[in-house]
């Protein structure tokens, strides 16, 4: 093989491109000798007409063709390959009309339709590209969410546990037993979900310390202070 030939002159930053990698006619065997290459070498191959492998041979090669020889992904791999097949029949095209004079206004219907396609095989891959960015993001900030929750309940928490404390301490220092003292609570947005952290919460943890803890309504303080005072 012309490889094997020219091995030892290449630079670090040499580039080889074999032709017929994608031919299994019988007549080469070049794609044998590219399936071992691949084993050694980032490549990347091409597999419209009869096949072209892109082989980076140096450890210098330009950052574009190292960033196509290391490409993972079968979306992207796919969307690259179409390309530049569409542009490959392009090229065929204009070097035909080139060669043999006009041709045909069906050929040149051919043509515009190729670039088409083209154009719009390139702007489905940006949008794929743009779904698939947006889909990585949204467990990140879904994560950023739960946590920021999860430290606002905490705090909630914290300062019920805070308040209770320095409740109970208080208590302690009168001769009543502190665990038939009551406390209230009024609500001034019984309706909004906040209640549940500012209010209802408080008063749970209220009663499992041993208190007669509720919580009222703002609009209903008066009614159970006047119940509360014929008890």
Not at 200 to 219: L, M, P, T
């Amino acid at each position: 093989m012309d490889f094997t030939r020219w091995r030892d002159k290449l630079s670090d930053r040499a580039v080889v491109l074999l032709h017929n990698t994608n031919l299994r006619d019988g007549t080469v065997e070049v794609w044998r000798f590219w399936e071992e290459l691949v084993d050694y070498y980032p490549t990347f191959e091409f597999l419209h007409r009869h096949g072209l492998g892109v082989l980076a041979f140096g450890n210098a090669v330009s950052r574009e063709i190292a960033a196509l020889c290391s490409l993972k992904e079968p979306v992207k791999i796919a969307a690259i390959r179409e390309k530049f097949s569409r542009l490959g029949d392009l090229c065929a095209y204009y070097g035909k009309e080139s060669a043999e004079g006009p041709v045909a206004q069906t050929n040149n219907s051919k043509v515009k339709e190729y670039e088409e396609k083209l154009a719009r095989a390139q702007a489905d891959f940006v949008e794929r590209h743009t779904i698939r960015e947006q889909m990585r993001s949204r467990p990140a900030q879904r994560t950023a969410q739960a946590r920021l929750e999860a430290s606002r309940v905490n705090a909630n928490f914290g300062s019920a546990s805070a308040y209770l404390n320095a409740t109970q301490r208080n208590n302690n220092r009168s001769n009543d037993s502190w665990s038939r003292n009551r406390i209230h609570h009024v609500s001034g947005e019984p309706d909004v979900p906040g209640n549940l952290y500012r209010v209802e919460r408080y008063s749970d943890a209220a009663n499992a310390a041993g208190f007669q803890a509720r919580w009222i309504r703002v609009d209903r303080t008066l009614e159970e202070l006047l119940t509360q005072g014929h008890k």
